[in-house]
């Protein structure tokens, strides 16, 4: 796959991106009551979530695999162990890291409310101190507690800090050179990160610590190229442009839930077909059952959480 790889680091881009979006939350430039947060994120991300688990669980017993784990994953409370976390899908290891985040977000704010919100550069130091002592701490082996953290928020919190310090940044005007400095620097750094990557994976004595921790650098390059892009102008309302990034939105959170499962058909189909057939019957199918989550499931429960959302808001505070 060569430098591909390193795609894996999309997790870090993922969080990256969770913390600009949060950081006016976080920072208290918008505030809002507690009981309004809660119920548009569990709305947000658990209905689909919920429904591709049980695909994923229907999918284990039809091959004749018992039904393990099943309360830890219904309360996306499954990252206790590498097998747990993998046993169903192996890419929701990142929900309950994802919801601890979510938890965070509105104590973190109440107290840097309370001190100033330029204190979150501390937190940002501290996170960084946090990482590097569960680096030395953790092992993989016996999947110890240090493990454990460096994969939830206390390891990754250094990602998600830095999308605050990209929304933080961005409220300056950043010069164009400057912008396509910071986009090109963070695309050759992935690239030389990923050669890397495979360097150190492809070595006789195996890899080494600094193997695992690079997804911490990449997190630094994706918020490089993320400060740069929001220096370009926006694109016109019914351009391609907008309308693919419209859609690679809205089916993000689909296709993050469901991909490993058309992996086996694919497979098959491209054994039978033959590789540009198959996999073209593959990504359709991939793609018609996003869009088919996101517009019986995803989208009906995001526009029940606001609708509720607001009413719990107008209760809260009156006008």
């Known amino acids: 796959m060569g430098p591909m790889g390193f795609a894996f680091t999309g997790v870090d881009l993922f969080f990256v991106l969770s913390g600009f979006v949060f950081a006016p939350a976080l920072l208290g430039v918008t505030r809002t009551s507690l009981a309004p947060y809660?119920?548009?994120?569990?709305?947000?991300?658990?209905?689909?979530?919920?429904?591709?688990?049980?695909?994923y669980m229907g999918l284990a017993w039809r091959t004749g695999k018992?039904?393990?784990?099943?309360?830890?994953?219904?309360?996306?409370?499954?990252?206790?162990?590498?097998?747990?976390t993998f046993y169903y899908n192996p890419v929701f290891w990142s929900?309950?890291?994802?919801?601890?985040f979510y938890a965070f977000v509105p104590i973190v704010a109440w107290c840097l409310i309370r001190v100033g919100s330029s204190y979150w550069a501390a937190l940002l130091g501290l996170a960084i101190l946090i990482r590097l002592w569960l680096v030395t701490e953790a092992d993989g082996i016996v999947q110890n507690s240090a493990y454990i953290a460096l994969h939830h928020l206390p390891g990754l919190l250094v990602e998600f800090l830095l999308g605050v310090w990209v929304w933080t940044r961005a409220q300056r005007p950043l010069g164009r050179r400057a912008a396509v400095a910071l986009g090109l620097g963070g695309v050759l750094g992935w690239l030389l990160l990923a050669r890397l990557f495979l360097w150190l994976e492809n070595r006789p004595s195996g890899p080494s610590w600094i193997h695992g921790q690079l997804g911490l650098v990449a997190a630094v390059c994706f918020a490089?190229?993320?400060?740069?892009?929001?220096?370009?102008?926006?694109?016109?309302?019914?351009?391609?442009?907008?309308?693919?990034?419209y859609w690679t939105g809205k089916l993000s959170y689909p296709l993050y839930l469901l991909h490993i499962a058309w992996l086996a058909p694919t497979q098959a189909w491209v054994r039978?077909?033959?590789?540009v057939l198959g996999s073209a019957a593959g990504g359709l199918g991939l793609l018609a059952s996003c869009w088919l989550l996101n517009v019986a499931v995803e989208d009906p429960a995001r526009a029940w959480?606001?609708?509720?959302?607001?009413?719990?808001?107008?209760?809260?505070?009156?006008?």
């Open 38 to 55: 809660v119920v548009r994120r569990v709305l947000r991300i658990y209905p689909a979530y919920l429904v591709a688990l049980l695909i």
């Open 66 to 84: 018992p039904l393990l784990y099943v309360p830890e994953h219904l309360l996306m409370a499954h990252m206790q162990s590498r097998e747990m």
């Open 272 to 275: 039978e077909w033959g590789t």
């Open 95 to 100: 929900l309950p890291s994802e919801v601890t």
């Open 305 to 319: 959480g606001r609708k509720l959302s607001a009413r719990l808001t107008t209760k809260t505070h009156p006008r």
């Open 224 to 245: 490089m190229v993320l400060l740069s892009s929001l220096q370009w102008p926006q694109p016109k309302p019914k351009s391609w442009t907008r309308v693919g990034a």
